[in-house]
């Protein structure tokens, strides 16, 4: 796929975006390692563009599904800072009252339906929503990001099948980072690459370089625009790098040194930087968004670890029905 212009406030609208994925996960690892927290987490560092890519692509009212590493979907659809990180601290004001945690985040008021810890469960789950959107006819596309460890379970196929048959207002984005937690790519698949499946269900696809904002991008508004249209779903595959282990605390002893040398040179976040410089931004413009996204994760990580947790009554609550009608 050739390189594609972006419209200039769009481009700064990604960046701002991509700049807060990016630094709340640096500010996540912070506090793990400083010992101040200790949750799960699924590093995204790597991935940043895709996932701001992908939102910026998004109506405020869209829906989103994404998975378990869904930290940079969550962040750039909009969750409110304060509320993601009570959540993800096991806080009571959080986004599900400090139940769900990093692995569940759910906000509806900004999209973002549901958050996964099953892999490859979210794709059927969005087909659902994208069905409700074609029957009632509110306009809203869905997306839902996954894996290319997801792309081999049934639920992958099935939902794929569904979306073209009914022709659903919803975006496949594959985020291939290259390994299926600890397997590389070509131990647990022998396609040449995830986006010519799409073809078996007569759908369209794009497979896009994720390290380049202006590859990615076009790709998934185009997809978006289709959708809304009522063209149908497509299937974006979108190729970047997990920066980190499979989740905070494991190493890269699964992977041969060329592949980190390679990953290290294709660091998405230098090369966007590039980009908007390119695009006649100065490096004040920029570093003043990081500047103003550090002030928002002050305020927010001080205000959760502030938060208090939720009571002890709230056990039973939304878990099982309180009372049941006879």
Known sequence: MTDQAIDRDK???????????????????????????AVMYYCVRGQEVVSASAMAALNDDDYVVCTYRGQGEQTAKGVPMEAYWAECLGKATG???????????????????????????????????????????????????????????????????????????????????????????????????????AEGYGMRSAHVDGTYVEQVYPAIQEAV??????????????????????????????????HIEEMNAEDCMPKLRNYMLEAQFTEAELDAIIADVDGQLDVAVQAALDAPFPDASELRKDVFEEEIAA
């Open 11 to 37: 481009l700064l609208d990604i960046y701002t975006r991509t700049t807060k994925v990016n630094r709340t996960d640096e500010r996540f690892r912070e506090l793990l390692m400083q010992g101040k927290i």
């Open 95 to 197: 986004t599900c009252k400090g139940k769900g945690g990093t692995m569940h985040i759910t906000h509806p008021e900004t999209g973002v339906m549901v958050t996964t810890g099953v892999v490859g469960s979210g794709l059927p789950i969005a087909n659902g929503l994208a069905m409700a959107s074609q029957n009632s006819g509110d306009g809203k596309v869905t997306i839902v990001t996954f894996g290319d460890g997801a792309a081999n379970i049934g639920g992958f196929h099935e939902a794929m099948n569904m979306a073209q048959l009914y022709k659903l207002p919803i975006v496949f984005v594959c985020i291939n980072n290259r390994y299926g937690e600890h397997t590389a790519y070509a131990d647990h698949t022998d396609s040449v690459n995830i986006a010519s499946r």
């Open 225 to 258: 625009d289709r959708a809304r249209a009522g063209d149908g779903p497509t299937l974006v595959e979108a190729m970047c790098y997990r920066m980190q282990g499979h989740f905070f605390g494991s190493d890269f002893s699964y992977m041969p040194p060329e």
